[in-house]
Nanobody, 118 residues
Framework: VQLVESGGGLVQAGGSLRLSCAAS????????INWYLQTPGAPRELVAS???????NYDDSVKDRFTISRDDAKNTVYLQMNSLKPEDTGVYYC?????????????WGQGTQVTVSS
């Protein structure tokens, strides 16, 4: 599974961005697709996730501001980010998780930089 993120950039606080994660395989077959945020010196943190069954979860820090969605026809998952804050700054990674005989297998994109200025 190959993942390619796009849509990052520089935006002022209060602005919006939409990130895209294009997969090389049918995302309908992927058990879960997640967006992680990594800031300097910190581990990657889960921001939002969507399962093949459509179950969605958000970190409390982005609830009511971010929306994750999927377009199965385009094999793409989106992260719509509204009301951006400086603390949303970092590299956003798309992650696909698969489970096989009890083991989790992760696939990662290259990341896309989001910078929110105050």
């Amino acid at each position: 599974v190959q993942l390619v993120e796009s849509g990052g950039g520089l935006v002022q606080a209060g602005g919006s961005l939409r990130l895209s994660c294009a997969a090389s395989v049918s995302i309908f077959s992927i058990e879960g697709i997640n967006w992680y945020l990594q800031t300097p010196g910190a581990p990657r943190e889960l921001v939002a996730s969507i399962t093949s069954g459509g179950r969605i979860n958000y970190d409390d820090s982005v609830k009511d501001r971010f929306t994750i969605s999927r377009d199965d026809a385009k094999n793409t998952v989106y992260l719509q980010m509204n009301s951006l804050k400086p603390e949303d700054t970092g590299v956003y990674y798309c992650n696909a998780e698969e489970w096989s005989t009890g083991w989790r297998v992760d696939y990662w994109g290259q990341g896309t930089q989001v910078t929110v200025s105050s």
